[in-house]
């Protein structure tokens, strides 16, 4: 996996594989015209994000590798840009500085000490809340690292919280981000040590009621 003729391989040799990459391709090749069309209009694309060195004919797992490739560089310039795509609290504190609409965001916390201090406040004043609140390591954003924890007004009992949420937070803040087998492991494992732990808390979203129980969602960010 960390060969960029990996994927290559496999759509050579799986059935499944190709079936998968032909459908991607029907789904880009559907896309070009409105991509075409938002070009027409003015669309800029910030500096940070704009030094991706691109040739014609680049395959997918090298062009992501140069867009690393790029943050890794600016690293020299102080620009950290790359958080907002790897950082949940980064991301988070984004939104909420553009004013794009996310389920409310209780609190953001790079110190552990504060983040048991609001479990702590919550469990006093546990019908002051919806539920299920998620408890997300900004740090972790990688679907293997199991970042993200839901947690019930039952959680936030004494025994609860010791036996349920605070072992995780302590997992969770010593876990280090890592992406690893893939042809840009070594650039992205790079600017992810740039990362420092950190805790969010935040509100379930209700909007669209799609899950037969009528379970509020989190928004996957």
């Not at 680049?58 to 943050?71: A, C, D, K, P």
């Not at 504060?114 to 900004?138: D, G, H, I, W």
Request: with cysteine; hydrophobic share 35%; proline share 5%.
């Amino acid at each position: 996996k960390n060969d960029e003729r990996y994927m290559l391989s496999m759509t050579s040799t799986s059935s499944a594989a190709a079936d998968a990459h032909a459908r991607a391709n029907e789904y880009f090749l559907s896309q070009v015209p409105h991509i075409k069309a938002s070009l027409q209009h003015r669309f800029t694309l910030h500096p940070y994000f704009a030094q991706t060195e691109v040739r014609k004919g680049m395959r997918l797992e090298r062009l992501y590798h140069q867009r690393l490739l790029s943050f890794e560089r600016q690293l020299a310039l102080n620009a950290t840009g790359f958080m907002i795509e790897k950082d949940k609290c980064a991301m988070l504190n984004f939104f909420q500085e553009q004013n794009i609409r996310i389920p409310r965001v209780v609190g953001i916390y790079h110190e552990k000490e504060a983040m048991y201090k609001m479990l702590e406040q919550v469990r006093t004043s546990s019908t002051s809340y919806n539920y299920p609140l998620f408890v997300k390591a900004c740090h972790l954003t990688q679907g293997g690292d199991k970042g993200t924890k839901p947690a019930f007004a039952k959680n936030f009992t004494k025994d609860s919280m010791q036996k349920y949420l605070f072992p995780w937070v302590e997992e969770k803040w010593s876990q280090r981000p890592t992406d690893d087998n893939r042809p840009w492991s070594d650039t992205m494992n790079h600017l992810l040590s740039y990362l420092k732990p950190g805790m969010a808390l935040q509100t379930p979203f209700r909007g669209l009621r799609i899950s037969p129980e009528h379970i509020p969602l989190e928004t996957k960010v």
